[in-house]
C-alpha cells in the first residue's frame, strides 16, 4: 500500500520569506506526485505533478517541486511567499496500481504581512 | 474547464437517517471518487469507480455505499448517519491517472 507523510502540519512565514513543505511517501513501484493548494473556503486545485522525465517541477504561482527518487521526496519550494499563499498544501501520491491518490495529512501555511 | 458539481455546500442531518451525497462532472471523465477531509487526517478515499456501475472500496468504506448509474454522476450514501461521520466530503474525477483530480467544492455535513 502507497502512503504520503507530511512531517510540517503547521507553518508560518512573513511574506517574502522561503517556502519548503516536506513529503515523503512509501511506494516501491513507478509514481506520479502531485501537489494540491485549498485556499480558504475553496476547494482544492492543482498546484503541480511529477510523472516522469525532468525531477524538477514547476507549477503556478512560483511554486517548484523536486522529485529525489533516493529519498522517496517531493518537497514544494517558493522562493518568497506572499499573504495570499496562506492555504493548506496537500501532497498526493498514486502508484502505477491504480488512478486513486494517496493524500498526505496537509500543511497549514499562514503568512503574515 | 472539467467541472465537478457537488449538490450541497453545507447539510445537517440527525442521527441515523439516511443521507445522499449528489456528485456530477460534466468533462466525460471515467473515473470517479469520493473522499472525506478531517483535520490532520487529510484527504482519506472512502469509494471509487471507474465505470458505471462499477464500484471499489477505497480505506473508509464501513458505512458508507455508492452508487454509479451514469457515467457523469457518482451518489455517496450514508445508511444510517452517525456524529462520526460529521466531515467535509470531496468528490472528484479524472481521466487519466497521470492528470491527477479534478474537485468539487465539498460539501460539509453535520450529523447531530
Known amino acids: 500500500a502507497q502512503s504520503v507523510s507530511q512531517h510540517n502540519h503547521h507553518v508560518i512565514l512573513s511574506e517574502a520569506a522561503s517556502l519548503e513543505l516536506g513529503c515523503n511517501y512509501s511506494y516501491g513501484g513507478t509514481v506520479n506526485l502531485f501537489w494540491y493548494v485549498q485556499y480558504p473556503g475553496q476547494h482544492l486545485q492543482l498546484l503541480l505533478k511529477y510523472f516522469s522525465g525532468d525531477p524538477l517541477v514547476k507549477g503556478i504561482k512560483g511554486f517548484e517541486a523536486e522529485f529525489i527518487k533516493s529519498k522517496f521526496s517531493f518537497n514544494l519550494r517558493k522562493p518568497s511567499v506572499q499573504w495570499s499563499d496562506t492555504a493548506e498544501y496537500f501532497c498526493a501520491v498514486n502508484g502505477d496500481a491504480g488512478n486513486m491518490l494517496t493524500f498526505g495529512g496537509g500543511t497549514r501555511l499562514m503568512v503574515k504581512p | 474547464d472539467v467541472k465537478v458539481t457537488q449538490s450541497s455546500r453545507y447539510l445537517v442531518k440527525r442521527t441515523g437517517e439516511k443521507v445522499f451525497l449528489e456528485c456530477v462532472q460534466d468533462?466525460?471523465?471515467?473515473?470517479m471518487f469520493w473522499y472525506r477531509q478531517d483535520p490532520g487526517l487529510g484527504l482519506r478515499l472512502i469509494y471509487f469507480?471507474?465505470?458505471?456501475?462499477?464500484?471499489e472500496k477505497g480505506d473508509i468504506p464501513e458505512g458508507y455505499s455508492v452508487s454509479r448509474e451514469k457515467k457523469e454522476r457518482f451518489s455517496l450514501i450514508l445508511e444510517s448517519a452517525s456524529t462520526n461521520q460529521t466531515s467535509m466530503y470531496l468528490c472528484?474525477?479524472?481521466?487519466?491517472?497521470?492528470?491527477?483530480?479534478?474537485f468539487g467544492s465539498g460539501t460539509r455535513l453535520t450529523v447531530v
Open positions: 469507480s471507474y465505470d458505471v456501475k462499477m464500484k
Open positions: 472528484a474525477s479524472s481521466l487519466v491517472r497521470q492528470d491527477g483530480y479534478t
Open positions: 468533462m466525460d471523465h471515467e473515473n
